[in-house]
């Protein structure tokens, strides 16, 4: 699963017989369709979920949860000097790049901007001191008290984020894990 899904998915299956992994929505996808063995998948971009629908890796999907972006961090865009983004092809970063060319704050702040590996990671970096900005998702903001949101960017400024929960051909065959795709992309 996506590395921003982290402590959710913890709460969510505290109590299932799962092993969890996480990562960049990116690398976990690129990971599945090279064999690593998952019953379930859950990314944060719906481009890294479309190849493996298409190749027949994961023969359902729905939609799990939509998020939004914000500005966390002790400085604001304009006055921060380092400031953390997804690398290229990490979903955060993505929609963040999306965001910031939108509104023509891309080329003013560039060159303060770090490229971090993951949203874990920007989270983590933020706490260190490492960053004194950062763009991330409302639910790592939300998790974390200390990342008290300055900013929310508007959702007509990026494509929607929404997490996709996938499910494998070998996990369909599994009760325990099609009842906990049920059970996790379900209204409640």
């Known amino acids: 699963a996506a590395s921003s899904l982290i402590g959710a998915l913890h709460d969510l299956t505290e109590h299932e017989s799962v092993v969890l992994t996480f990562g960049p929505s990116s690398r976990i996808a690129q990971q599945v369709a090279a064999g690593l063995s998952a019953d379930l998948i859950i990314t944060a971009d719906d481009q890294w979920m479309e190849p493996l629908t298409t190749a027949g890796t994961v023969v359902d999907t729905r939609t799990l949860v939509d998020n939004q972006l914000v500005v966390v961090g002790t400085e604001g865009l304009h006055t921060a000097r380092r400031i953390g ?17 939108s509104l023509g704050l891309f080329e003013p702040i560039q060159a303060n901007l770090v490229a971090v590996p993951s949203a874990a990671a920007l989270v983590a970096q933020l706490q260190s001191g490492t960053l004194e900005a950062a763009i991330v998702y409302r639910s790592d903001a939300v998790r974390t008290p200390a990342l008290a949101p300055q900013l929310t960017f508007d959702a007509s400024r990026h494509r929607p984020i929404r997490y996709r929960i996938g499910i494998t051909e070998r996990g369909q065959h599994h009760p325990p894990t099609a009842a906990l795709y049920d059970r996790l992309s379900s209204p409640s």
């Open 85 to 101: 983004i997804g690398a290229p092809g990490v979903p955060v970063g993505d929609y963040a790049r999306e965001a910031l060319h």
